[in-house]
């Protein structure tokens, strides 16, 4: 498609002479010549227009050695233009190139040439920057006692939506300059090598020690295969920038001096970064946990790529490799538990970083095993809850949108005397639309056990499939898999399949209800689906050739009325919605299935495709599935 427009100038002129030719009409060489040179002049201006937006518009540097055959190109353009001008133009009009008497008197051909390259250039850098500074504004309609944190979640959600349309208008309005390295490793502080990984022997009594927590954070964070010259981990992350650096807070852990240690992938081990626990941390600690994991997100990593919608990649990255710290802590019988509710700065200030460039983004406590049920979800208790309040959104700082949508979906703890504001009315939840469609129940899923240690270091993401259709009781395994456990963090998250080839399955989008394992036609339902899909993806190849896609949506009503406040309910929706999708990848992998998380789609055409109405649910990830090539 995009060839045809490319190609078109091209088909258009064979055509013209074409048309001339079989007319008897067609000129002579030199003014073919002429013409010829014309339509190249319209393709070298297109290029170089298009160039120089881009270089304003994304704000790349002015002058840089890439360009430098470009700048002598149009140089040369420039001089040929003005030496030839004249005659060209004479050509054209099929006069004599020799000037009447008095030709002298009108402006150099030559001049007007170069002022019209001039005033194309600077009209395309001028264009490029218009369209390129876009800010966020946000609070201007929210009146008293009106969510602020949601005001600006919706905001920071629609700009960094993408659309066909919104290209043009589109830059990242923050510098995050270039590629930082992909590991952070605090070289200066003692090491303490961990054990190797632990697959537990049957029969073995789990306990939480060094070789257990280096199980835990190896399956989360751990390199499992090289390519490309890319170290490749345990959890997948978009475009493999592995935005996320864990730290460990040991209190019991065996083997693991009490502290705070960054987990030093490179290093093999924990580096230390405070003996005991600092006094923040432990305030924090529930009684009888044993340590926790911290998940904080180094911005830059996935921002020098991704601009403006690192926030999204990074808490759907982080929910992933939550779902395999949840899996493989299952697996050695460890209690692992998500907190939802907790003041991010002062951890932040424990460990060394520096919010606006890296933030907390999640707290996993640990506890002996038989001292807490297994996968309980730390809910706040109303008292924790009235310990903390949202903290108070900011619009774009520093580090632009990503710092103030992080500070939205913060929790300051509230300090001593301070009145908390009245809660912002719960944004409604919306009745669920009158459209009563025929409900196609799922065969019974039969939720084989697997042991998802293996399945995790085997993972990859698949991008190339058979054509092979997948069965029906396949696609209910999977959709089971995907919700279950229940919910840890968010209730919002939503799921629908776009079938492209399952068996018993028409091709189109289908709304799953998990409650009641049924799917329904969503009423977009249409043929052409491998094609909608694939537009949708940015025209990724791997969404239109899997034999079925998963739409992972939230419900904003649903997250907008979490217990911690509606900004802080996205981001654990996000994360909800990157655990479901990792789940989605260890069962089909334990199937012998492939799957690959696309985050790159057009907001807009997701929405259409899968039916829903884009105020109520957005699609925040892609996951697509088929029998790997
Ligand atoms: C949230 C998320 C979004 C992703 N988006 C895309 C995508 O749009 N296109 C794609 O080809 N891969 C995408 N991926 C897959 C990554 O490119 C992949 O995980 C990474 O290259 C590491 O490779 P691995 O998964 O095989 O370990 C995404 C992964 C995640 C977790």
Redesign the pocket.
């Known amino acids: 498609m995009k060839l045809a427009w490319v190609l078109l100038p091209l088909l258009l002129a064979a055509l013209a002479a074409a048309v001339l030719a079989w007319r008897g009409r067609l000129p002579g060489r030199t003014v073919l010549n002429a013409w010829s040179s014309l339509l190249l002049l319209v393709y070298l201006g297109a290029t170089a227009g298009l160039g120089i937006f881009w270089v304003a518009n994304q704000q790349l540097p002015v002058f840089d050695w890439h360009y430098v055959f470009g700048y002598a190109t149009l140089l040369l353009l420039a001089v040929h233009l003005t030496l030839n001008l004249r005659t060209l133009w004479a050509h054209l009009r099929r006069r004599p190139a020799v000037p009447p008497a008095g030709a002298g008197r009108r402006p150099a051909a030559g001049a007007l040439a170069l002022a019209g390259l001039g005033l194309a250039v600077g009209g395309a850098y001028w264009l490029g920057l218009r369209h390129g500074r876009t800010e966020l504004r946000v609070g201007a309609g929210a009146g008293p006692g009106s969510d602020l944190g949601l005001a600006l979640i919706e905001a920071f959600h629609a700009h960094s939506s993408h659309s066909r349309a919104g290209v043009l208008g589109r830059a990242p309005a923050t510098d995050w300059g270039g590629a930082p390295p992909p590991f952070k490793s605090l070289r200066d502080r003692a090491l303490l090598a961990l054990p190797p990984s632990w697959p537990r022997a049957p029969g073995q009594a789990p306990a939480l020690h060094a070789q257990a927590l280096a199980t835990l954070l190896w399956h989360a964070a751990g390199v499992?295969?090289e390519?490309g010259g890319?170290q490749?981990?345990a959890?997948?992350?978009?475009?493999?920038l592995f935005a996320t650096e864990l730290y460990v807070a040991a209190r019991g852990i065996d083997g693991v001096a009490a502290g705070l240690w960054h987990h030093d992938v490179p290093g093999g081990g924990l580096r230390a970064l405070h003996t005991g626990l600092p006094p923040a941390v432990a305030a924090a600690m529930p009684d009888d946990a044993a340590g926790a994991i911290v998940a904080t997100a180094v911005f830059r990593r996935s921002a020098y790529k991704y601009g403006d919608r690192t926030y999204r990649?990074v808490l759907?990255?982080l929910g992933?490799l939550l779902e395999n710290l949840r899996a493989t802590a299952a697996a050695l019988g460890i209690p692992l538990r998500l907190s939802s509710g907790f003041d991010e700065s002062p951890l932040a200030v424990a460990l060394g970083i520096d919010e606006r460039e890296e933030g907390v983004l999640a707290l996993a406590w640990l506890y002996e095993p038989g001292t807490a049920p297994q996968g309980r979800i730390d809910r706040p208790d109303a008292a924790a809850a009235a310990r903390l309040r949202a903290a108070t959104p900011a619009a774009a700082a520093g580090r632009g949108i990503t710092e103030a949508v992080h500070r939205a979906t913060s929790l300051r703890a509230v300090a001593s005397g301070e009145t908390l504001p009245p809660a912002a009315p719960a944004a409604a939840t919306v009745a669920p639309g009158l459209l009563v469609v025929p409900a196609m129940a799922l065969p019974r899923p039969l939720q084989a056990f697997y042991d998802p240690l293996p399945v995790i270091a085997a993972?990859?993401?698949v991008?190339r499939y058979r054509s092979r259709p997948l069965a029906l009781e396949t696609v209910s395994e999977l959709l089971a898999a995907m919700s279950r456990p229940a919910a840890w963090l968010s209730g919002a998250v939503r799921l629908h399949l776009v079938s492209h080839a399952v068996q018993g399955l028409a091709a189109g989008a289908w709304r799953y209800d998990a409650a009641a394992h049924v799917l329904h036609a969503s009423p977009s339902a249409a043929p052409a689906a491998r094609a909608r899909t694939r537009a949708a993806?940015?025209d990724?190849d791997?969404a239109g050739d899997a034999a079925a896609v998963i739409v992972i949506a939230i419900d904003r009503g649903a997250f907008a009325a979490d217990a911690m406040g509606a900004a802080r309910g996205y981001r654990h929706a996000f994360l909800e919605a990157?655990m479901a999708?990792e789940r989605l990848y260890l069962q089909a992998g334990a199937l012998g299935l492939g799957v690959?998380?696309?985050?790159?789609?057009y907001d807009d055409e997701a929405a259409a495709l899968i039916g829903v109405d884009p105020q109520r649910e957005w699609v925040v990830?892609?996951a697509t599935l088929g029998w790997p090539a």
Not at 596 to 601: K, Y
Request: with cysteine; net charge positive; glycine share 12%.
């Open positions: 499992t295969a390519r890319l490749l981990r959890a997948p992350s978009s475009g493999a990649y759907a990255d992933h993972r990859r993401s991008r993806a940015l990724q791997a990157g999708g690959c998380a696309i985050g790159a789609f990830h892609f």
